[in-house]
């Protein structure tokens, strides 16, 4: 598991240094800059693994780190041989490795595997690759690396990112990159469920994982994070197992697997359906049963009219509001505000201007 990056603040570091400590069945992992201090910030926790990272791409070699290429091989095995030195395992990772020169990054990573790391992490930092890319990549480094365990993270930008680490997992890389709901900058990484139930359902692969508690898992992230859930999003969303549509519903009555492609309690969530302008009378009848309400055919199809009209007849307005306000909540919840960090400043004895209105 990797816990965090120590060296960004005090209390990142007690909690990474907590869990390091928790005794967990886990081998637990800090991530550090090839710079020293962020490498003894790690050692310090006493986590059993370091993820050493750096720029990969000329792209961010020479605009984020203002370096060379050679300055990057040398802070990178200096770590690199620092952290094997005090008795840590190091995973050497690049970032935007799949818009570098793969000549560079496979001399990089064979130069820190010489140094002792165990693994290269392969990152596909902005999300720009697809399936066949990625399959291509990994074809071609395995044949040029120094053997080495070959670990893929990737970034959600174009919503491909597990379909990404599927696609590395079968050019036999073995460790790829999740979080629990796809957590991450911008748009995210592979989803931890979406990968693990593909894997499990799809290819009938057995992870290991107990995949009942994935959604109380899901639940349990977004509480502590305080970052909701996408209402569609596969799985674990609100509508994953909903039912609106009078097609659907009757198909799934007499049957789940009509239109649900795993059963919602394998992973310990339950189908519902939901009652708008879609609804059939099946469904209806359904929950009328569930209430211990006898009606005629008739009287069903009453209710799914004034069901219907009633759905349609509801103003927008309420949606809309709410939507500002879970905007706004958002905004909130991931840092500090235009007017929070205003304040700040001052406290740090900077005079900021309030910018204009848009």
Same mark, same amino acid.
């Not at 902005?126 to 670990?151: A, C, D, H, N, Y």
């Not at 970034?155 to 696609?167: K, M, P, R």
């Given at each position: 598991?990797?816990?965090?990056?120590?060296?960004?603040?005090?209390?990142?570091?007690?909690?990474?240094?907590?869990?390091?400590?928790?005794?967990?069945?886990?081998?637990?992992?800090?991530?550090?800059?090839?710079?020293?201090?962020?490498?003894?910030?790690?050692?310090?926790?006493?986590?059993?693994?370091?993820?050493?990272?750096?720029?990969?791409?000329?792209?961010?070699?020479?605009?984020? $780190?203002?370096?060379?290429?050679?300055?990057?091989?040398?802070? !990178? *095995?200096?770590?690199?041989?620092? /952290? @094997?030195?005090? #008795? +840590?395992?190091?995973?050497?990772?690049?970032?935007?490795?799949?818009?570098?020169?793969?000549?560079?990054?496979?001399?990089?990573?064979?130069?820190?595997?010489?140094?002792?790391?165990?693994?290269?992490?392969?990152?596909?930092?902005?999300?720009?690759?697809?399936?066949?890319?990625?399959?291509?990549?990994?074809?071609?480094?395995?044949?040029?690396?120094?053997?080495?365990? $070959?670990?893929?993270?990737?970034?959600?930008?174009?919503?491909? !990112? *597990?379909?990404?680490?599927?696609? /590395? @997992?079968?050019? #036999? +890389?073995?460790?790829?990159?999740?979080?629990?709901?796809?957590?991450?900058?911008?748009?995210?990484?592979?989803?931890?469920?979406?990968?693990?139930?593909?894997?499990?359902?799809?290819?009938?692969?057995?992870?290991?994982?107990?995949?009942?508690?994935?959604?109380?898992?899901?639940?349990?992230?977004?509480?502590?994070?305080?970052?909701?859930?996408?209402?569609?999003?596969? $799985?674990?969303?609100?509508?994953?197992?909903?039912?609106?549509?009078?097609?659907?519903?009757?198909?799934?009555?007499?049957?789940?697997?009509?239109?649900?492609?795993?059963?919602?309690?394998?992973?310990?969530?339950?189908?519902?359906?939901?009652?708008?302008?879609?609804?059939?009378?099946?469904?209806?009848?359904?929950?009328?049963?569930?209430?211990?309400?006898?009606?005629?055919?008739?009287?069903?199809?009453?209710?799914?009219?004034?069901?219907?009209?009633?759905?349609?007849?509801?103003?927008?307005?309420?949606?809309?509001?709410?939507?500002?306000?879970?905007?706004?909540?958002?905004?909130?919840?991931?840092?500090?505000?235009?007017?929070?960090?205003?304040?700040?400043?001052?406290?740090?004895?900077?005079?900021?201007?309030?910018?204009?209105?848009?």
């Amino acid at each position: 598991m990797d816990v965090g990056i120590p060296v960004v603040s005090k209390e990142e570091a007690r909690g990474v240094r907590a869990i390091a400590d928790a005794g967990l069945d886990a081998t637990i992992m800090a991530a550090a800059r090839t710079v020293r201090k962020d490498v003894d910030a790690c050692i310090d926790c006493g986590v059993d693994e370091i993820a050493l990272f750096t720029a990969g791409s000329d792209l961010h070699i020479r605009h984020k $780190l203002g370096m060379t290429r050679a300055q990057v091989k040398e802070v !990178a *095995v200096r770590e690199t041989e620092y /952290a @094997v030195a005090h #008795g +840590v395992d190091v995973s050497f990772v690049t970032e935007d490795t799949f818009r570098a020169d793969l000549d560079f990054v496979v001399d990089l990573y064979n130069a820190c595997t010489n140094a002792g790391a165990h693994r290269a992490v392969v990152c596909d930092t902005v999300g720009v690759m697809t399936p066949p890319g990625i399959r291509w990549f990994f074809g071609q480094l395995k044949e040029r690396l120094v053997p080495t365990e $070959l670990s893929f993270h990737g970034h959600n930008d174009f919503g491909l !990112a *597990v379909a990404n680490s599927l696609a /590395a @997992v079968e050019e #036999g +890389v073995l460790v790829p990159h999740t979080c629990v709901n796809g957590l991450g900058e911008r748009s995210g990484n592979a989803s931890f469920e979406e990968l693990v139930l593909a894997l499990e359902a799809l290819y009938e692969y057995d992870t290991g994982i107990e995949v009942s508690r994935l959604y109380e898992l899901s639940q349990l992230v977004e509480r502590l994070s305080g970052i909701p859930i996408g209402v569609a999003k596969p $799985l674990v969303g609100h509508n994953a197992f909903a039912h609106e549509s009078g097609i659907h519903a009757h198909g799934v009555i007499k049957h789940t697997a009509t239109y649900e492609p795993i059963q919602p309690e394998r992973i310990g969530r339950q189908r519902t359906f939901v009652f708008g302008k879609h609804t059939g009378s099946l469904a209806v009848a359904e929950k009328l049963r569930s209430y211990g309400a006898e009606a005629t055919p008739d009287q069903v199809l009453r209710l799914v009219s004034l069901i219907k009209d009633f759905s349609e007849a509801r103003s927008k307005k309420d949606q809309q509001d709410f939507i500002r306000s879970f905007r706004d909540r958002v905004d909130r919840q991931r840092g500090v505000t235009d007017d929070e960090f205003r304040s700040l400043a001052e406290k740090a004895g900077i005079a900021v201007r309030k910018p204009p209105k848009s």
